[in-house]
């Protein structure tokens, strides 16, 4: 019996992996929990491991492939199961089948004796969190140039996971008294691979491995700030940042005022924030407009790997505490980043991405790729939008916003996450405030459905972010 | 009453009982009480007394109105924050508590004048009117506050050590907290951490027997708190918090231990508050002969005195002292109540450092 070995889909967010390296070869005998080859991820390096006994027939895909698909069948192996010992058909052209399987129940009739077991193809993972990342690719880089950014200045591509350790690495370098503390950020080299290489470079004393307690080290990161280091303390997400709110905002965010300036707590606290691909309601919420109320912090969410850099720089050089939002789904995304030697971004400046005439959309993080699809769905229909990047909340920059309302008189805020007390909400009173005589049409909120993020998959798409309901929203402030 | 904390083996029955079990593991050594000279008695014995009739002043101002809030007075531990901190080196250690914290700023020799201003919350204030009783903080004297949160200075405390030992400047940090604090979560991650990283810090545990309303049999599974570090391999003083050399005396074992880089130590000092958790305690939890007894038999001021004139010092000397901090403790209220509040642009700044 042929068996084909298939790529695994090792994380919720794999679509393809490299194929590091082969630890067998053909002709080798292999049993159950022999490890065939290591494959790659963006975020980490995994072991392929046997599930049967038999002989490897054929290796499909060469060690060193890039851009493997999840499902692809990469070897093919003889099998010597007892139960069955019909030939099997289909796998005698196996590198035909490079393409992965759409579904994981395959083709029935390619299989026609039920007593050849076929293991089910590993597949994508289904989840609306990949419309959210393909509206990010689809927006591509069409944006407006970043006027911060001098002209004539070389851009290489760098995924945001990249840009985030980078700007770590430059500001631990200029400054000693930067350190960076977290679960699983020196030896792990980070969960989610943000702090990749820091260990080797900085060393332990810099890069410090905390036991599982949030509450605990975000407390030492927040004494030591106000001992006068700056401290990068990372959450593994920002979900379990919860047990450490009380020394984000009882200790970090009120210790300058309540001290009348004496003592200050220069600290950054970072780490994904947001929904991330089917892991449900207890690690899958945006905890923006929670922090964003509370007057003493700043509050930063990025949505591109340029901004990722230039703002958690500046992140790290403030004075003031600061609580840096990232988001799990845009770490492998790539981005231009300008190739500048200290590349820092002002602090509390939105930015428009992509200018237009005819209706606003605000927006901030994963939601500005949300916008940007949105925006060239509505330019197909002859609506120009304008597309605003907050990047960041507290400050949260009402001119540029107010300034592209007085000229489209039309807004609609994007943003994934609650409707209920959002920075949509915000918005809306600010526009209420300041801009209303500008408005042609009520601003309108496209978010997250006002739930707990449900598990299945069906349920999880109806309750996140869609770009087709913010299309929907600008027509209909456009009153198209 | 000072003992360093013991592993509880089982003894085997042959050997005699009187034998102490032997330790399994380096321990800080037996603390013995101090032995202070006239002068340095003499100096401690003042500072309790400032903070005595500091704090009595503080209570007089709040039933006046003139204090808000919550106002949690010392009256009773002054011989705790007068021992430790005496023992700690200016400039280079740093001390941080909770918001029973008028003492410990005190006995840092911070001017009283400031103290109560922030108390009154004026501008002349240390915090400049906008932290109140329970936020204060010197920088200037490695004084980090004045915390809020029950149990959350320590962690933060523990972050402060960490800074020592990430500069290597030598320094070490006192946590302060009581038997409350002592019940928290955080305290044991703070605990984990610093035993694990090897940080300078004394965690003192000023015991005074009641969290708020509740003693501490009501609230502690283990009520011997110098106990509480031994799941982390953290040794355990436990001291006389009522005898002023006594805390001194402890304070120098467990910097002993931390200073040579051994790790933290936890030093319990059992001491008493005379008055109410805070001034709007009726404190009906407890008897009034306890706090009588209390008062009469261990006051820490008391003993100084009486060990004072054992000494030699004259009761007419130890009376100009007493007027000399009324003067001063005086001053120190007149100054708070005529000193004007805040300009009302002062709400606005401070929020953040940098304008962005």
């Known amino acids: ?480 | 009453m000072a003992r360093t904390s013991q592993p509880r083996a089982a003894k085997p029955a042959s050997k005699a009982a009187a034998e102490p079990p032997a330790p399994n593991r380096e321990r800080p050594a037996e603390p013995e009480r101090f032995k202070a000279s006239k002068d340095q008695l003499l100096e401690f014995y003042r500072q309790m007394l400032l903070i005595r009739r500091f704090e009595e002043r503080a209570g007089q101002l709040y039933g006046l109105g003139l204090i808000g809030g919550f106002c949690h007075l010392y009256i009773g531990q002054e011989a705790v924050a007068v021992g430790v901190q005496s023992a700690l080196t200016g400039g280079l250690d740093s001390v941080i508590t909770g918001y029973r914290d008028h003492g410990h700023m005190l006995a840092y020799g911070i001017d009283p004048k400031v103290i109560m201003a922030e108390l009154t919350g004026r501008a002349a204030g240390i915090s400049k009117g906008k932290g109140g009783s329970m936020h204060m903080f010197s920088v200037e004297h490695g004084f980090y506050g004045g915390h809020g949160i029950v149990g959350a200075q320590v962690s933060l405390g523990t972050g402060l050590a960490f800074k020592h030992r990430y500069a290597r400047d030598g320094g070490v940090c006192v946590a302060y907290f009581g038997d409350g604090a002592a019940n928290q979560g955080q305290v044991y991650e703070s605990f984990n951490m610093a035993e694990l990283w090897k940080l300078p810090i004394v965690y003192v545990i000023e015991n005074n027997g009641y969290a708020m309303g509740t003693a501490i049999g009501r609230s502690s599974a283990e009520d011997q708190l110098y106990r509480r570090g031994e799941s982390f391999r953290i040794p355990g003083i436990q001291a006389d918090g009522m005898d002023v050399l006594a805390a001194r005396g402890a304070m120098e074992a467990a910097l002993a231990w931390v200073r040579q880089g051994k790790g933290p130590v936890i030093l319990e000092l059992k001491t008493y508050r005379y008055r109410g958790h805070s001034m709007s305690d009726p404190a009906k939890y407890r008897t009034r002969d306890e706090v009588q007894e209390m008062r009469e038999k261990r006051d820490p001021i008391e003993h100084a005195k009486q060990e004072l004139l054992a000494m030699g010092v004259s009761e007419d000397a130890l009376k100009k002292l007493e007027k000399d901090i009324r003067t001063q403790v005086a001053e120190a209220a007149d100054f708070a109540e005529q000193s004007p509040e805040p300009d009302e642009a002062e709400l606005y700044t401070n929020v953040l450092v940098e304008s962005y």
């Open chain 1, 1 to 480: 019996m042929a068996l084909e070995l298939k790529m695994p889909a090792l994380s919720p967010t794999m679509e393809e992996g490299t194929l590091a390296r082969w630890l067998v070869k053909e002709g080798d005998t292999v049993k159950s929990g022999d490890i065939l080859a290591e494959i790659e991820t963006d975020k980490a390096t995994m072991e392929f491991e046997a599930v049967d006994e038999g002989t490897i027939a054929k290796i499909v895909v060469p060690e060193g492939t890039d851009g493997v698909k999840v499902g692809a069948v990469i070897a093919v192996m003889d099998g010597e199961g007892e139960e069955s010992a019909a030939p099997r058909e289909s796998g005698e052209n196996p590198a035909a089948e490079k393409a992965p399987h759409a579904d994981a129940s395959g083709d029935p009739e390619k299989h026609p004796n039920p007593a050849d077991k076929q293991e089910p193809t590993p597949h994508q993972m289904e989840t609306a969190a990949r419309e959210l990342v393909a509206d990010v690719t689809r927006a591509g880089t069409k944006e407006a140039a970043d006027p911060a950014i001098p002209e004539g200045t070389q851009y290489a591509r760098q995924t945001v996971r990249e840009a985030l350790r980078d700007a770590m690495a430059e500001e631990m370098r200029r400054d000693e008294r930067v350190f960076v503390m977290g679960e699983e950020v020196a030896q792990y080299q980070g969960a989610y691979k943000v702090t990749q290489g820091l260990l080797d470079e900085f060393g332990d004393q810099r890069i410090i491995d905390t036991p599982i307690t949030e509450y605990g080290f975000a407390g030492i990161g927040t004494g030591a700030a106000m001992g006068g280091l700056k401290p990068v303390i990372e959450f593994m997400t920002f979900n379990f940042a919860m047990q450490a709110i009380d020394h984000i905002i009882n200790s970090a965010a009120k210790t300058n005022y309540m001290s009348g300036g004496q003592m200050r707590c220069p600290i950054v606290f970072r780490g994904p924030n947001g929904a991330a691909a089917r892991v449900a309601a207890q690690h899958s919420q945006n905890y923006a407009p929670w922090y964003a109320s509370v007057p003493g912090l700043i509050v930063i969410a990025p949505y591109s790997a340029a901004d990722a850099k230039g703002l958690l720089k500046a992140a790290i050089r403030s004075p003031d505490p600061v609580v840096f939002l990232e988001n799990e789904l845009l770490y492998g995304q790539s981005f231009d980043v300008p190739q500048l030697d200290d590349f820092v971004l002002p602090i509390g400046k939105a930015r428009v991405v992509r200018e237009g005439k005819d209706v606003t959309l605000v927006s901030y993080t994963i939601g500005v790729g949300v916008a940007l699809d949105a925006a060239a769905k509505l330019a197909e229909e002859g609506i120009e939008a304008e597309v605003i990047d907050l990047r960041t909340l507290r400050p949260l920059d009402t001119g540029t916003v107010l300034k592209s309302l007085a000229k489209t008189n039309r807004m609609v805020v994007v943003e994934e996450g609650w409707p209920t007390c959002s920075i949509a909400a915000e918005l809306c009173a600010v526009v209420m405030e300041q801009g209303f005589d500008d408005l042609d049409a009520p601003v309108l909120r496209v978010t997250d459905v006002d739930v707990p993020l449900p598990y299945a998959a069906n349920l999880e798409k109806a309750a996140l972010l869609k770009s087709s309901d913010v299309v929907a929203a600008a027509k209909k402030v456009c009153y198209r």
